[in-house]
């Protein structure tokens, strides 16, 4: 029952009522177990007394929990990372894992994956989903303390309203990226500007354009910024493509040896070209794999 594969949720069997049971309280085996699955959550987190004080003794009931949520009043309209989500008239429960500008993204229990504003209350799995905050089917927001725990769920990304110098870092990416911020520039405020300025960069790159700079946006910032800075002066740089075989320099001479990290390009392949060296302008300088810098025969790649 504790593998994550071996006996996943069959028959609404789980190790969380197992052990919601093993505590006294009344874990509800074989039956939906999405707020069973939150309530633990809360128990690993605060312990057992602050887990019923924030859920209530009703805990296993989706409505039981936002009548709860009133009398504390930490029931609200809007979300907060970390707080509980709950759907549709209280068939199913959910914990906000991120919060954007449009939208919420959920851990859940009792479910199965899917597209966005996909509920599904009885699939048998834990899932990480995804929801618009105008999303007519979200009953509300159950807000929850974290202060007087160390085990605060992790903000891993930047978003409107967030201050300091990796906003300023960002902003100077976007900006040497010919992305205005604003006009006040790289000023360390993720104000409307910079939002719109990171939807822009995440929609050229076919990121998830929600405005905020998580990992995987600030991954490819980092890579588009590496290219940039390796870039010749007014030169326009493409993507390439390679047409035959070639060898990728560290010089742009044939005597120059070739890069260690990739040494060669076959045809086919795709690479960046930041502009045109050597005798005759006869070399471009590329960058492989979005990340290695070398020199390969200018005749050897075409404009994809």
């Known amino acids: 029952m504790d593998s994550k594969t071996g006996n996943a949720g069959y028959g609404n069997y789980t190790k969380y009522a197992r052990d919601v049971n093993s505590w006294g309280q009344p874990g509800c085996q074989g039956q939906p177990w999405c707020a069973v699955y939150q309530f633990w959550i809360c128990v690993q987190i605060f312990g057992l007394s602050k887990g019923l004080k924030i859920m209530g003794n009703g805990f296993y ?3 039981s929990i936002k009548n709860q949520a009133r009398i504390n009043g930490t029931w609200h309209s809007e979300p907060k990372l970390g707080a509980l989500v709950i759907f549709r008239n209280g068939a199913h429960i959910g914990r906000i894992t991120k919060v954007t500008s449009s939208q919420i993204y959920t851990n859940e229990g ?3 994956k899917g597209g966005i504003n996909n509920v599904v209350s009885n699939g048998g799995m834990v899932c990480d989903k995804v929801y618009t905050k105008d999303y007519s089917g979200i009953d509300g927001y159950v807000w929850i303390d974290y202060e007087t725990t160390s085990q605060v769920p992790e903000k891993n990304f930047l978003s409107r309203g967030d201050q300091g110098e990796q906003v300023k870092n960002l902003q100077r990416q976007l900006i040497s990226l010919s992305y205005s911020c604003g006009e006040n520039g790289a000023d360390g405020d993720f104000g409307k500007d910079t939002e719109k300025a990171v939807e822009a960069f995440q929609k050229e790159h076919n990121l998830t354009s ?6 995987e946006t600030m991954k490819k910032l980092e890579r588009e910024s590496f290219k940039q800075r390796h870039t010749q002066k007014d030169f326009q740089r493409f993507v390439g493509i390679v047409t035959k075989k070639a060898a990728v ?3 742009p001479a044939k005597k120059s040896a070739a890069i260690k990290e990739w040494p060669q390009l076959n ?23 979005d990340q290695y810098i070398g020199y390969a025969w200018a005749g050897s790649i075409e404009k994809a």
């Open 110 to 112: 009792n479910t199965s």
């Open 249 to 251: 320099h560290e010089n």
């Open 210 to 215: 929600d405005g905020a700079a998580g990992p």
């Open 267 to 289: 045809a086919g392949n795709l690479v960046d070209v930041l502009g045109r060296y050597g005798y005759q302008n006869n070399w471009y300088k590329v960058c492989v794999a």
């Open 61 to 63: 009931n989706c409505n």
